[in-house]
């Protein structure tokens, strides 16, 4: 069968016996894998080929014949077009399967214990979740809105689930009275929310001589609770407005263009994790690699206050949130230093002029995962025991793969639910320096 010109074949009833976290369904024609959008575990339909890789091929669903148990109805009008959710028609139980089954996948493929990958952690809740939103200007359409799915065409704003319903009035506000943004040359648009119920909306725009003022006046007049509208034209330390969070009562605050995790209730599930690993033997020094603005490395210091702890990070604003935050909270057994991560030399300050190798590290990198120079760095410090927290299940696994060629045993590996809806999962992997 000649599979190099999909488009000449006849649809084909398949069993749908995977669902992956791009939300595509997974099945086989003889040996060809085929992954067709929208489809989920459970399905029979009858699909065509539309296009051919080199090692599988994509579908494209004609008709659903049997739907899945798993199957629900969209709550979002965009699903299927938005570039945001890709898992909204599941459930939530069979959303954090996926999750599940995902990270195994990754470790699977490493040669990894993929037995030890527990069940996905949760919030009770997979709406109104997300503390940011950012949205884009479309100048043809006069209006902001999300981008389609691999497309830079901006779609109609119609409400984000993700989000609360005040932060979906205000959109819808501002769309409808568009001239207030205007004259600021808008490019995007962003609504953070605050521990607090505070809302901070920031307009990128390149208007540089434009009056925020007028803007900002008619904003808070409609929606008491915005606590400020900031006009960014490149220079994020114009905006000196702070955002607040408390993380496992570590009160933080942010600039308001300075980096924090969207879903504060699922943060702190991460954190608690790292804490309770961290808890399990006594340690007298550790450090916060890729530390941010500090909320693992603040929330161990004030949780175990006998030991010593150095966060580095190469971000100099959050390095100074961070600073900041540690002195708020009177956290003084803590050093926050601005530096690349994959320099660190191994040893942390006692504060007396002696240096000594911690005993614990956290490690949350970004999505790119560990450099080379970092994982040969971490295997050379040794630590006793090592979180890496991560959102990539693919770098992950394959940083932990050398971590394990490196005298490291993996204990426990938890998925969290940091996103749902959508096709991204955080982990918390505890390992261990072997023995032998």
């Given amino acids: 069968m000649n599979y190099t010109d999909p488009t000449s074949l006849s649809p084909y009833r398949l069993a749908i016996t995977d669902t992956n976290e791009n939300g595509d369904g997974f099945a086989r024609i003889d040996r060809l894998a085929v992954f067709t959008p929208g489809l989920v575990a459970g399905d029979t339909a009858e699909v065509v080929l539309v296009e051919s890789r080199k090692n599988y091929a994509v579908g494209r669903c004609e008709r659903l014949v049997t739907p899945s148990e798993h199957r629900i109805e969209p709550v979002c009008p965009s699903f299927g077009v938005c570039g945001g959710c890709t898992l909204c028609h599941v459930t939530y139980d069979f959303e954090n399967t996926v999750k599940q089954n995902c990270v195994k996948s ?10 030890l990958v527990e069940p996905t952690r949760c919030m009770p809740e997979r709406t109104g979740y997300r503390n ?12 902001f809105g999300y981008y389609a ?3 830079y065409e901006i779609l109609p704003f119609d409400g984000c689930k993700l989000c609360s319903d005040r932060m979906n009035e205000i959109v819808f506000h501002i769309n409808t009275h568009i001239e207030l943004l205007e004259p600021l040359a808008p490019t995007d648009l962003f609504l953070r929310r605050s521990h607090d119920g505070t809302i901070t909306v920031s307009v990128y725009g390149s208007g540089k001589t434009a009056d925020i003022v007028p ?3 008619a904003l808070t007049a409609e929606f008491p609770e915005i606590g400020d509208v900031l006009l960014i034209t490149g220079n994020k330390s114009a905006a000196e407005t702070c955002i607040t969070e408390d993380y496992l009562g570590v009160s933080m605050r942010f600039a308001s263009e ?13 954190l608690k994790l790292v804490c309770d690993f961290a808890a399990e033997k006594p340690f007298s020094y550790a450090a916060d690699l890729y530390c941010g603005s500090g909320a693992f ?16 990070e190469i971000d100099r604003d959050a390095i100074r949130e961070a600073k900041a935050n540690a002195s708020r909270n009177g956290l003084t057994n803590i050093e926050f230093v601005c530096a690349d991560a994959a320099t660190f030399n191994g040893k942390i300050p006692d504060g007396n002029g002696s240096f000594y190798p911690p005993e614990f590290v956290v490690v949350d990198p970004p999505r790119a995962g560990l450099s080379d120079k970092m994982r040969e760095g971490l295997v050379k410090l040794a630590p006793e025991r090592l979180a890496y927290v991560s959102c990539n299940p693919q770098t992950m696994a394959r940083d932990l793969a050398e971590l394990v060629r490196g005298g490291y045993v993996i204990e426990r590996v938890t998925p969290v639910n940091m996103f749902p809806m959508t096709k991204h999962c955080e982990c918390v992997v505890c390992l261990r320096r072997s023995e032998e």
């Fill in 106 to 115: 990754a470790l699977r493929r490493m040669k990894l214990p993929h037995e």
């Fill in 258 to 270: 300075v980096f924090r995790q969207v879903n504060h209730d699922a943060a702190e599930i991460l």
């Fill in 297 to 312: 490395g603040l929330v161990l210091s004030k949780r175990f206050p006998q030991a010593r702890f150095f966060g580095l």
């Fill in 132 to 143: 940011k939103i950012g949205l884009h200007f479309d100048s043809a359409a006069r209006r």
């Fill in 149 to 151: 799915r691999d497309s």
């Fill in 215 to 217: 803007c900002r006046t």
